[in-house]
């Protein structure tokens, strides 16, 4: 395989000009550009990443830390950012928490070692880190976009929506359908996000006269598999309702796969409320009228927020984003006694 200093000696240049040339930095006289590019063609010459890595000063690479990969959510996430960063000539690596330790500390060993593999800048998304963990990067945490969160330290660095806001919507759209008798599946109790959705939600209701503690509650695991356990649970406890949020889309696809196997008909007797809007939400049966929380969006800008930071590039970035319900079969106006 042909080096750099194959192509430097059979262009007739030095080793530096023909660096120059194959980073794209620095100026060289279009006669020597030729002689580079043809000596490059004959020997056909790839630089290899670690060889662009020394030539650029960077690894033209960002690294994306995701807490596990499964289930739906992530993986469109992951595309749009995969497919941003190919359009840009970048790569992509991505990590995500195994291993031993609890969700904080796969969280911290997933960052470090996307930054020892030499990562230009990261991409968290995380409930479990804490402000001293980005501390504790030094330099590089300037070189950090979080997603779905917000810490004081790196505020500029932080793109998330405003999840209570986001509870209350969901209230305000069963309330609208003449809900009075609703329960709940929230996600995991530590999970900020999942706090302020179900206190905007409580908020909302507890405004329109239904005391939050008559309201059925329990915590899921954000996956289909909670949402169908604590669907099962509800069935059994012989608590009326006429509605049931969800707090993401996944639970609500395993709580509405429970009520089918029950022979609990929705949205006839039951409504069920998602949130996320996930690609899942258009293909459940009935489909699922779910928050919408412009995930794509809010992730494109941090990305653009870090190529501007990490590549000196100069990409729109927007912080303000619109939720809104996206309304399907799943909903309807309650069932009168």
């Not at 033209?60 to 995701?66: A, E, K, P, S």
């Amino acid at each position: 395989m042909a080096t750099i200093k194959d192509v430097a000696r059979l262009a007739g240049v030095g080793l530096g000009t023909a660096s120059r040339v194959i980073s794209g930095k620095g100026s060289v006289s279009p006669a020597t550009l030729e002689k580079v590019r043809k000596a490059i063609e004959e020997l056909d010459f790839r630089p290899s990443h670690a060889a662009r890595t020394l030539l650029s000063g960077n690894s033209q690479m960002i690294g994306v830390y995701i807490p596990y990969l499964s289930g739906t959510f992530y993986t469109p996430i992951l595309q749009s950012i995969y497919t941003a960063l190919r359009a840009a000539g970048l790569n992509m690596v991505v990590a995500f928490g195994v291993g031993e330790g609890d969700a904080r500390q796969q969280a911290i060993e997933g960052m470090n070692f996307l930054i020892e593999r030499g990562s230009d800048g990261l991409i968290v998304m995380t409930n479990s880190l804490e402000e001293e963990d980005f501390a504790a990067l030094g330099p590089f945490q300037a070189r950090v976009v979080v997603i779905n969160h917000a810490f004081a330290s790196i505020a500029e660095q932080c793109f998330t929506v405003d999840h209570e806001a986001g509870g209350r919507l969901a209230a305000r759209t069963l309330l609208a359908q003449q809900h009075r008798k609703i329960a709940v599946i929230a996600g995991r109790a530590a999970a900020a996000d999942n706090q302020a959705r179900i206190a905007g939600f409580m908020a909302e209701l507890e405004a329109a006269g239904i005391a939050p503690a008559s309201v059925w509650m329990e915590d899921g695991d954000f996956s289909p598999e909670g949402g169908w356990a604590c669907a099962e649970r509800l069935l059994k406890s012989d608590y009326e309702f006429t509605a049931l949020f969800c707090a993401n889309d996944e639970m609500a696809v395993g709580a509405l796969s429970c009520f089918q196997q029950a022979g609990v008909a929705v949205p006839q007797q039951v409504s069920v409320l998602g949130y996320d809007d996930t690609h899942s939400a258009e293909f459940t049966a009935p489909r699922l009228t779910s928050v919408h929380i412009p995930w794509s969006e809010m992730t494109l800008n941090g990305l653009n927020f870090l190529l501007n930071r990490c590549y000196d590039m100069h990409r729109p970035v927007e912080r303000q984003y619109q939720l809104h319900v996206a309304e399907r079969a799943s909903l309807a106006t309650a069932r009168q006694p």
